[in-house]
């Protein structure tokens, strides 16, 4: 078969939680390690994306250097991938506007994300009524540039999660528009394909009916890369599951328990059910127990290589500047091709 080009990318939200590790990040690292030699691995830091919410500056800095430093921590290789900051290659911006102008509204307007967007900011006394001041135009169009973020590079494949289908499934309509509306020569655009990670939902400590999420203020319902030893098992410890007897697998009556298994499960690479007969004669307690020590386990390594390449300041704009120069060259030969079919 022919060479992949796979294509993902993360916002910068700061210190990814064990949510975010199992259901994205990890997959990362598996795809690098499962890629042939020919594949393309294109990882990004997408800074334009996080700017459809309001952000701190200050904040919004450091989280970006940190997402960096935690994909080289938890493994991915600046040598074998391209890892880079999506707003340090400006073909990014120059595509998106291109793509803009080729995408029918209707199909924005049918993106799940933006209907939530719009549902929330309506009144709550009059639903025709929307509150403009909670909406900007970089929310409507988010699903174009990430359109723009795989076209650039010809990517064949994105992971992505369950929630981003739609999205991908726009990025194949706008590449295909593209291609049948600037038809000289060869179809520009492969149509990317979704690949779908496995979905290891992580749901909230505290609220198991919930997935576990950086915007709850609840900080003991979530595990970061960075916890410690202590605060790791303090969490688990504090996990909310039921007053049942005995350990099951049981999603729906029990999902702070199963939840628990989830975790063993993913962080121990073995099948939840497995995980679940283990434990036919065990108890919470144990379960906690050995949840902790495996969280603690996985986390141990990337944890301590986030502690040490955090502080190298100029070791990450190096890995950031050649990144970017990678990402630039590869994105180049898309964009002088696209600017001829387009006229420009
Ligand atoms: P959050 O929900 O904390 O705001 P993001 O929306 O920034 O997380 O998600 C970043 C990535 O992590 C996405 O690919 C998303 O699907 C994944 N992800 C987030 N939360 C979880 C979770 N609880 N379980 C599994 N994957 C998750
Ligand atoms: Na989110």
Same mark, same amino acid.
């Given at each position: 078969?022919?060479?992949?080009?796979?294509?993902?990318?993360?916002?910068?939200?700061?210190?990814?939680?064990?949510?975010?590790?199992?259901?994205?990040?990890?997959?990362?690292?598996?795809?690098?390690?499962?890629?042939?030699?020919?594949?393309?691995?294109?990882?990004?830091?997408?800074?334009?994306?996080?700017?459809?919410?309001?952000?701190?500056?200050?904040?919004?800095?450091?989280?970006?250097?940190?997402?960096?430093?935690?994909?080289?921590?938890?493994?991915?290789?600046?040598?074998?991938?391209?890892?880079?900051?999506?707003?340090?290659?400006?073909?990014?911006?120059?595509?998106?506007?291109?793509?803009?102008?080729?995408?029918?509204?209707?199909?924005?307007?049918?993106?799940?994300?933006?209907?939530?967007?719009?549902?929330?900011?309506?009144?709550?006394?009059?639903?025709?009524?929307?509150?403009?001041?909670?909406?900007?135009?970089?929310?409507?169009?988010?699903?174009?540039?990430?359109?723009?973020?795989?076209?650039?590079?010809?990517?064949?494949?994105?992971?992505?999660?369950?929630?981003?289908?739609? @999205?991908?499934? !726009?990025?194949? *309509?706008? /590449? &295909?528009?593209?291609?049948?509306? %600037?038809?000289?020569?060869?179809?520009? =655009?492969?149509?990317?394909?979704?690949?779908?990670?496995?979905?290891?939902?992580?749901?909230?400590?505290?609220?198991?009916?919930?997935?576990?999420?950086?915007?709850?203020?609840?900080?003991?319902?979530?595990?970061?890369?960075?916890?410690?030893?202590?605060?790791?098992?303090?969490?688990?410890?504090?996990?909310?599951?039921?007053?049942?007897?005995?350990?099951?697998?049981?999603?729906?009556?029990?999902?702070?328990?199963?939840?628990?298994?989830?975790?063993?499960?993913?962080?121990?690479?073995?099948?939840?059910?497995?995980?679940?007969?283990?434990?036919?004669?065990?108890? @919470?307690?144990? !379960?906690?127990? *050995?949840? /902790? &020590?495996?969280?603690?386990?996985? %986390?141990?390594?990337?944890?301590?290589? =986030?502690?040490?390449?955090?502080?190298?300041?100029?070791?990450?704009?190096?890995?950031?500047?050649?990144?970017?120069?990678?990402?630039?060259?590869?994105?180049?030969?898309?964009?002088?091709?696209?600017?001829?079919?387009?006229?420009?």
């Amino acid at each position: 078969s022919s060479p992949r080009v796979v294509f993902s990318g993360i916002q910068p939200t700061g210190i990814p939680h064990l949510g975010n590790y199992l259901g994205a990040l990890s997959n990362w690292v598996k795809l690098q390690k499962n890629a042939g030699p020919e594949d393309e691995l294109i990882f990004s830091i997408v800074g334009w994306h996080a700017l459809t919410l309001p952000q701190d500056p200050v904040a919004l800095r450091a989280a970006r250097s940190d997402m960096l430093s935690v994909l080289l921590a938890i493994g991915i290789d600046p040598n074998r991938s391209i890892v880079f900051h999506q707003d340090q290659n400006l073909h990014h911006t120059e595509l998106c506007w291109i793509l803009n102008c080729v995408t029918p509204l209707g199909k924005l307007r049918r993106m799940t994300t933006w209907k939530a967007r719009l549902a929330a900011s309506r009144n709550a006394n009059d639903e025709s009524e929307v509150d403009e001041s909670l909406l900007n135009a970089g929310l409507f169009t988010y699903p174009v540039l990430q359109a723009a973020d795989i076209l650039a590079y010809r990517a064949t494949h994105v992971p992505v999660g369950e929630d981003q289908r739609q @999205h991908l499934e !726009l990025s194949r *309509d706008i /590449a &295909d528009i593209f291609n049948r509306t %600037f038809n000289q020569g060869p179809p520009l =655009f492969p149509l990317p394909e979704c690949v779908i990670t496995p979905s290891k939902r992580v749901l909230s400590l505290k609220d198991p009916t919930s997935k576990m999420s950086k915007s709850s203020p609840d900080i003991q319902s979530r595990i970061l890369l960075t916890d410690t030893g202590a605060q790791i098992r303090a969490k688990i410890r504090g996990a909310v599951t039921d007053s049942i007897q005995g350990v099951t697998y049981d999603p729906v009556n029990r999902p702070g328990t199963s939840n628990l298994l989830t975790i063993l499960a993913a962080c121990t690479d073995r099948e939840v059910l497995d995980v679940a007969k283990t434990y036919q004669h065990k108890g @919470h307690g144990q !379960l906690k127990t *050995d949840v /902790a &020590d495996a969280v603690e386990e996985l %986390f141990k390594h990337p944890r301590s290589e =986030f502690e040490k390449i955090r502080g190298e300041a100029s070791y990450l704009l190096k890995i950031a500047k050649d990144g970017a120069e990678r990402a630039m060259t590869r994105s180049e030969r898309t964009l002088l091709e696209v600017r001829s079919r387009i006229g420009l």
